[in-house]
């Protein structure tokens, strides 16, 4: 049977709203231009193109331009390949000219955005000092917001709505970031990193002590405490919190606390330990900072030499290329006697001068 006959023959149209979908769905099949091949949605269409056809779904007859955007090759034509200038800048004493709307609408929001809120503004506020009722109260609040944008250029007076916006016309314009050090030239575009380069630098104020005992460190940044707190008396806190978590522990009969048990266990089985004074870090880089602050020397050192290294792999390859004589690694060729210490000189040997092995 046919589904679509009594669709047709209905004379009451209660299946009006059938036949309605089914010619909704008809219609939304997107069909590929080069097999014919129909798809529910866009994205399969799209996939399609690239995975069989191995292009995108619309392609500029005049460039290798493609899309899956219709929209988009339109807008692609009016730009390159077309010479009508039809968009004109509306404002006083302004010639741009564009073949897009969209380029005209993004050249008034950038150029012309403040004239346009203060003609706007000009023409409401006199509405809002008469109203009595204030029943434009998100007029009122609007222009408020609009008067309070924090994103302006302290050389042109310019205003941006976004902070970005404001950043790259420093950059093209004025061709420099957004705040400068008045001693030096350091350059930032967050007044936060103005002002800690600036009390940092150019201040003799150290205002923030360590509150560890024996520690006589002072800084000038609150950060820079912070970071000297993470890095050299993390573990002590971590030792008193380890203790005192293992004596309620002790005294748990029920066995609640078994995450915290776990947790402990896995603090416990922390790998970056200090060889010299035996603290514990857990990331490798805050031993490797400790080293360098504390002990001023690197993690591992050589006992026949002077080298000094933060990574053990690093420590074994020096001490094979350098205090053995161990040549366990020849050059599989045919006619080559060249003999290694590591295999990793073997395969960059072979990389270079053999490259025609492809086994290697």
């Not at 350091?186 to 007044?191: G, I, L, S, T």
């Not at 203790?243 to 776990?262: A, F, I, T, V």
């Not at 805050?286 to 030499?305: G, P, S, T």
Request: glycine share 2%; charged share 30%; hydrophobic share 20%.
């Amino acid at each position: 049977m046919d589904p679509e006959l009594p669709l047709e023959s209905d004379s009451s149209g209660k299946h009006f709203s059938r036949s309605s979908d089914i010619e909704k769905c008809e219609n939304m099949l997107y069909k590929c231009d080069d097999c014919n091949q129909s798809f529910r949605r866009k994205y399969e269409l799209a996939s399609h193109c690239m995975e069989v056809h191995k292009h995108l779904i619309h392609q500029c007859e005049h460039c290798n331009y493609e899309t899956n955007n219709k929209f988009t090759l339109q807008q692609h034509f009016t730009r390159i390949h077309t010479n009508n200038y039809d968009y004109k800048c509306p404002e006083q004493g302004c010639k741009w000219t564009f073949k897009v709307k969209v380029d005209l609408t993004k050249h008034i929001l950038r150029v012309h955005f403040n004239e346009l809120e203060k003609n706007n503004s000009a023409d409401l506020e006199p509405s809002l000092e008469s109203n009595a009722c204030s029943e434009h109260s998100d007029q009122r609040s609007s222009i408020k917001k609009c008067q309070k944008v924090p994103s302006q250029c302290d050389i042109c007076n310019q205003r941006f709505r976004r902070k970005y916006e404001l950043t790259s016309h420093y950059m093209k314009v004025h061709k420099r970031l957004m705040y400068q050090c008045e001693d030096c030239t350091y350059e930032a575009n967050e007044k936060r990193l103005l002002q800690t380069h600036f009390t940092s630098m150019h201040t003799n104020n150290n205002d923030y002590k360590c509150p560890e005992q024996g520690c006589k460190r002072t800084f000038k940044v609150q950060e820079n405490l912070n970071k000297h707190i993470r890095r050299i008396h993390s573990n002590k806190q971590k030792y008193s919190n380890n203790m005192y978590l293992e004596s309620s522990l002790e005294n748990d009969p029920c066995g609640k606390h078994s995450s915290q048990k776990s947790n402990i266990i896995k603090r416990k089985k922390v790998v970056n330990q200090c060889d010299i004074c035996n603290q514990r870090f857990h990331r490798k880089n805050e031993l490797i900072c400790h080293y360098l602050e504390v002990h001023k020397r690197f993690i591992y050192q050589c006992e026949h030499c002077n080298y000094e290294t933060n990574d053990k792999g690093s420590m074994q390859r020096h001490v094979r290329r350098i205090h053995m004589n161990n040549y366990d690694y020849k050059c599989p060729a045919h006619g080559c006697k060249w003999k290694f210490k590591i295999k990793g000189d073997l395969t960059q040997h072979i990389r270079f001068i053999h490259r025609t092995m492809c086994s290697f």
